[in-house]
């Protein structure tokens, strides 16, 4: 069958405009997302700090909720393109069907605990006042009990990707984050006859968002995709679908929470010096959440390149959409390098930071930055394991970088009693992470002898 004009063919033609086209749509929905973000907490800002406090303390349950369906999203779409590189229609349908059955389980089972738990879920965060807790919890219990559609849509955008279509996800996003926009103030603030709800308003907006986002997202995939097609009448997925989509994503999710242990202990190590180190530290996270977009975006274009040419065996595209990753991935590294060494001050003051945070974070991000310099390198590595279906090679590095060698090395350091050669740390666990990475691509290379 033809495929539509918004699809782009993985298996022939030039690698760079398929890997292109794949990652802009996705870039700039990443970029839509963040500025919603800003958009969405300046008008939340404006009901009082405490709103902030409570949205930001219910978000952290929200962002860990994104790791969860990676379960569905990432194990679906990598073997659905493995399935299709391969001619294999038939099955890369069951593993899409599998991939949304798994989907609706896992947002039901997520919204079932967390509103039966969401008084010690928020009394985890010792929020300042009562006020503050219950809306925690109303934004909590709106947000995440009715979890199902930004889980729908994450699934559907992950299947559309897979079959070599980001724009058709990147529309529907687009208008569901442009509808939460608009609910926003008139929800948030009671306009046009509608009551002032304040938080339960802007939870509200989201969630009507992220309906709209998913409605689309479903309708596109019944309307145009049709790599993929859904058997409503069996709803639970078999052993075999679930043992395979689990092989892929589980290691995604286990290497969230590394992350997630990362932060605490570093946080700890550096509560011992000051607080002001523990808020350049959370400065830095958001500062190269910046650097970091453009990569992750390439990658989510990379990953259905890789899955569906492994499933065709075609070596040659496979090791040429790798080199062509690692060079955009260290191009946009060194261009992180370069803005971090010489304006970190400036890049510091958008956060309005002190003489003392200044004093401590210069020095802490030109020396976090080095490891930008093998970042890049490692995150594509990272993927092209996922993409092949070695999920666990991941799982090793992102283990041995954060766990075994990162927190460690920072506590040793921490021993000697100089705040900013704790920062060091970060540019030695990318070394090491970057020896496994090659050791692991080199082994996995060696298979592909098709």
């Not at 509103?115 to 909590?140: H, M, R």
């Not at 946080?267 to 970091?292: C, D, H, M, P």
């Not at 970042?375 to 996922?386: E, L």
């Not at 990162?406 to 705040?419: D, N």
């Amino acid at each position: 069958m033809k495929k539509e004009s918004h699809h782009i063919d993985l298996l022939n033609g030039h690698i760079f405009p398929s890997l292109t086209g794949l990652a802009l749509p996705i870039m700039a929905t990443s970029l839509v997302q963040t500025a919603y973000n800003l958009t969405d907490m300046a008008w939340i800002g404006r009901v009082g700090s405490h709103a902030v406090t409570a949205v930001g303390a219910a978000g952290m349950y929200t962002w860990f909720s994104s790791g969860i369906v990676m379960l569905a999203k990432m194990g679906g779409q990598v073997k659905v393109a493995h399935s299709l590189g391969k001619q294999q229609r038939e099955e890369a349908r069951v593993y899409g069907r599998g991939a949304l059955q798994l989907t609706v389980l896992l947002a039901l089972a997520f919204a079932l605990i967390v509103n039966l738990c969401a008084d010690p879920l928020i009394g985890f965060f010792l929020l300042e006042s009562a006020g503050t807790a219950q809306a925690a919890k109303v934004y909590l219990r709106i947000t995440c009990g009715l979890i199902l559609f930004p889980f729908l849509n994450q699934t559907l955008t992950g299947l559309f990707t897979a079959v070599g279509d980001s724009k058709t996800p990147f529309l529907a996003n687009c208008i569901g984050l442009a509808m939460n926009m608009i609910l926003d103030p008139i929800l948030i603030f009671g306009m046009f006859g509608m009551p002032k709800m304040g938080v339960a308003g802007a939870a509200l907006a989201t969630v009507i968002g992220q309906f709209i986002a998913a409605g689309l997202a479903l309708f596109f995939n019944l309307k145009v995709n049709h790599d993929i097609k859904f058997d409503w009448k069996n709803m639970l997925p078999t052993k075999f679908v679930l043992f395979h989509i689990y092989k892929v994503a589980v290691p995604s999710i286990l290497m969230v929470s590394i992350g997630s242990v990362m932060m605490f202990c570093m946080n700890r190590i550096l509560e011992v010096f000051t607080t002001t180190a523990i808020a350049v530290f959370g400065v830095y996270f958001k500062l190269q959440s910046f650097i970091f977009m453009p990569i992750f975006g390439m990658n989510n274009g990379m990953v259905p390149i890789i899955a569906y040419n492994y499933g065709a065996r075609h070596r040659d595209r496979i090791i040429g959409t790798i080199k062509l990753a690692v060079m955009y991935a260290v191009a946009m590294m060194l261009i992180g390098f370069a803005v971090f060494q010489i304006i970190p001050d400036k890049l510091l003051l958008m956060f309005n930071a002190s003489d003392n945070m200044l004093a401590i974070g210069v020095p802490a991000l030109r020396l976090i930055s080095i490891s930008f310099l093998l970042a890049g390198f490692n995150i594509i590595c990272s993927s092209v394991f996922q993409a092949m279906g070695n999920g666990v090679f991941s799982l090793i590095v992102s283990v041995i970088r954060q766990l075994v060698v990162l927190v460690p090395v920072a506590f040793l350091i921490s021993k000697m009693g100089v705040l900013d050669r704790i920062w060091w740390s970060f540019p030695i666990a990318e070394v090491v992470a970057a020896a496994i990475c090659v050791f692991f691509l080199r082994k996995i290379l060696k298979m592909l002898n098709f």
